[in-house]
């Protein structure tokens, strides 16, 4: 069948959204930095290299994510070893707690892990090394060197997840034989894990680090709370918000894009070749084998430690967010439910919650009709441009939320006038410093737009071509079999994804905090974020009442999400 | 005449799947496209369908030109392998769901529904969801939801190949008892020579995109005419021969490495001229395992048998008098000539070593130009 010409405008509309909120942005970022009064020059870079601020950054950025990728590596390996091939009372629950951590947002999670290992939090508290009758000027600082390990520790925790369903599915896919072929020919379980197990998961281990990397390496939220601020990510955000132009936002940020792009392809490469290491596998499965003895009770006391541990910062968050007064002690001296009253009474904290639901909801909108769209195409059309739409549509994998973000500031800096043309009509709806509404709805929803296409594209593929083609011949049009077969097939896939896309955008930390600049248009996230630079008491409180509350939407989210898609859930997050 | 064919042309990318392929079918027909997978019979049944269009050619539906007509504005609803019911309806909606389409009141599309299920009797299964329901079932109703809408041409994709085998024989029965109860014009896919022969009224045999064919059943399998439609058909032993003599009533004498044969074919054929080569088959189930007179008898050497309780296959080898032709399939080399035979209700089983003589009427015999 030939594609109709109203297929082409469709094509050309998506291609230019993309072209300008994704293309357009990183290209004036790249522009910006190497283009100077209509010259091409390479002194931005050179003052950056002469700067050792910006060196200790780069330095501090890259061995805080190499860091946290390996404790990462650390945690899930044991674990996903123990969930692949072991079998225990409990697991699916100890599964789910497990998971956790990675939907609850490390902006949050912060919060409470300060509140907890700061020099003057729960735990010097609880060991008794500061307190009323204590007076000990320099207590143990656990967050390290200006929050350093904090940073590290929240990363961990929070990150790890990924690492583990990474790793769970590579040892999942080993054909049991390739081990069992090693063990009959002589070789001790550990040498067998050393030399077949080990060396089939390195695609795998590697792909999931890269990600967990690249994550740890522009996480902003993080750093910005322990108030840990030589890092890249952090100095991105202070030079948008400063006045003037400095030269330094743009150079960083191209670092950052270089190393993310090279990570991405590089981890590509990798998965695909873990496509081959695991072609031949013939469908085995591993036989679990049931834990007894002090074995079970090593493992599941390593579950049960773990999960504490990644749960620790969200129950402190909890702890806080209830506590009428919470100073100087371990725990909360006064117990209080009126931080919530609060929540929904202050203008600020009603603003915030106000503009989140707007913008979440629009980017829901937005991301269901484009990422259907462009999946229906990629899955059921041919025609020229499919590999370029199909590589617009995945390089968001590739872009970090605050290179987006300082791309949005510097491209869509609209003047009042250009070229004697009056421009304030568009300076008021797109320029993020009038109103960062319109990029903040298109930030949400092209950063989530991969995952969304790919839960759609699945779908359309276990879908038979021949439901849409019986409709067809049946007398309907493309519309018709759109909104009668496609999309009711597609029902689960779609509501789960706006679901998803919706909590996604309701606690992203990189866009809203770098394009909301005016408080009226401030989403959750920045709200939580100015409430804790606040002096009153209780502000803090508020803000992690704040948190909880996203937490709750967000475990509610995920828990309509996982109903619906049922097993599907893991396509979801790539 | 309902569906023409002229001309059609069709390649993916440099590789052509249709080579010009012009064609016929005439109201009410069970029309078959016959082939082996890849010969483009699918290719055609989609551009029927709208679902692919003829890169050159003219595609004709009740004498209207359709080469590039959506698929939703033809009627032309499509029968397919994997039925293509859609999972989140029930059986009526599924049934219903082509009238929906076309204006007429909600009672109007429920009574036409339920007659379109009466139709392959499935009536008490329309609150049914499609999953509940046996292969079988799930067929009879894709065939009630293209019936429902009164459609000018039915189109069938392999329809009953994901059928065991038993249920695929008795539903080529039932889908011809309907057809007779609501006659419809349809074109049917299929790659199963038994299938095409039981149901059609006429067959088009594909090959590599061209069509190479087209007849009754009985004149497809009897008077192939090319050695490819012969034996795609079912199995043929062949020979090469000289034509001695043609007499006035048609019967070809033919000189072969085996002796001297009789063929009677059914009408004149340009290549039976005094002298000429020309290859001569006939099939196992046309042969009888005895002398029988005014027919073409060869003395021949059991092989190797194969009982199959209504029928026996057999191997024999034939000894070849003059080394003057070459056999088909055969190295000159070799002294004998094996033949395939059927022998039908076997009273014992033939042992290897068995002396026999077997016989084909001139009728039988499947003359070819080599």
Redesign the interface.
Known sequence: MKNGWKFYVGLWLTLAFLGAFLVYPVLWVVGGSVWVDGHFTLIFFKLFAESPLMWKCLFNSFTLAILSTLVCVAISLPLAHVFVRYDFPFKPFWQALLMAPMILPPFVGAIGIQQLLGRFGALNHALGLVGPSVANPYPIDWLGAGGYFGVVAMQSLHLFPILFLNISASMANINPSMREAARCLGAPPWRVFRTVTFPLLMPGLFAGSVIVFVWAFTDLGTPLVFGFNEVVAVQIFDKVTETGFNPFGYTLVIVVLLVTVISFLWSRRLVARQDFVTQGKAGVRDEMQPLVGTKRLAVMGLIAVISFLALLPHASVVLQSLSGKWFMSALPQQWTTEHYGEVFTLPQTLTGLKNSFIYSSLSALVDVFLGVTIAYWLARKEFAGKSLLDALTILPLALPGIVLAFGYVVGFNVPTAWHGWDMRWLKSFVNPRDNPMLLLVIGYSVRRLPYIVRAAYSGLQQMSVSLEEASRNLGAGTVTTMRRIVLPLLKGNIIAGAVLTFAFAFLEVSDSLILAMKEQFYPVTKTIWALMGRIEPGSASVACALGVLGMAMLFAAFYTANRILGKKMGSLFG | MKIELRDIRKSFGSTPVIRGVSLAIEENELFFLLGPSGCGKTTLLRML?????PDSGDLLIEGKRVN?L?????????V???Y?L???MTVLENVS??LS??PMSAQEQRRRAMEALEATRMTDFAERSPNQLSGGQQQRV?IS??LA?NPTVL?FDEPLSNLDAKLRVEMRAELLEIHERHPFTAVYVTHDQEEAMTMASRIAVLDQGQLLQTGAPHEIYTRPKTRFVAEFMGPVNWLEGRVKEVDPDRTVTLETSVGLFLARPSSALSFTSVGARVLAGFRPSAASLAATPHANVISCEVVRSQYAGSSQHLVVSVRISNLKFEISGQKPAKPDLAFQVTETNPRRMRKAGEKLEISFAPEDVILLPV
């Open positions: 369908a709208g679902f692919a269009s590039d959506p698929p939703e504005e033809r009627r032309t609803p499509m397919f392998q994997s293509a859609w999972p989140h769901y082509g389409l076309l894709a939801r293209a809408v189109l």
